[in-house]
């Protein structure tokens, strides 16, 4: 690693701890040259991940589009943010580890039901109504349907 002050190749670590929740490795180096310190992060190199959406276009995933779409369906209800952020960072592993470059966006938002389901019913709702787009107000009778017919025995189904 050169150093950014003198560029001179020849540094040593010092000290190397994880950062950024275990996702880097932060460390301490000293130029060899000067004696000046300075702090380098070590990263895994992504492979970008693109989203198809259902109109054919390409846009880069964000996870900050799946918080925000969990932060709508929850809005009131009983759901913790870290929750939220657990879900969405679950997501996207199941999304990355299917190792391919492009994800069609009713992957993701299949998965995002899969779990919004168990985590909060009427959020689930929320959530289905804006992604799947009912047509009509029977469709939308049909899927509480299959969440009513879902329910745990013993849940009260009003």
């Known amino acids: 690693m050169r150093c950014p002050f003198c560029s001179e ?3 040593k670590v010092l000290d190397s701890c994880p950062a950024e929740a275990g996702s880097a490795i932060r460390r301490r180096r000293e130029c060899e040259s000067c004696g000046r310190r300075f702090t380098t ?3 895994i190199e992504e492979q970008p ?32 943010l870290p929750m939220l952020e657990a879900l969405a960072e679950g997501v996207e592993k199941e999304v990355r580890n299917t190792l391919l470059e492009e994800v069609p966006s009713t992957v993701i ?10 985590l909060d019913e009427v959020a689930y709702v929320r959530f289905a109504y804006v992604y799947r ?19 745990k025995p013993g849940k009260s189904q009003q």
Do not use: W
């Open 109 to 118: 938002g299949d998965l995002i039901m899969k779990a919004l389901r168990h």
């Open 41 to 43: 992060y070590e990263r």
């Open 9 to 11: 190749p020849d540094t």
């Open 49 to 80: 991940l693109f989203v198809v959406k259902r109109d054919g276009r390409r846009e880069r995933f964000d996870r900050q589009k799946i918080l925000s779409g969990l932060l709508k369906a929850c809005e009131k209800r009983p759901v913790s």
């Open 133 to 151: 787009r009912f047509a009509d107000v029977g469709e939308f009778q049909e899927e509480l349907k299959n969440l009513l017919s879902r329910q």
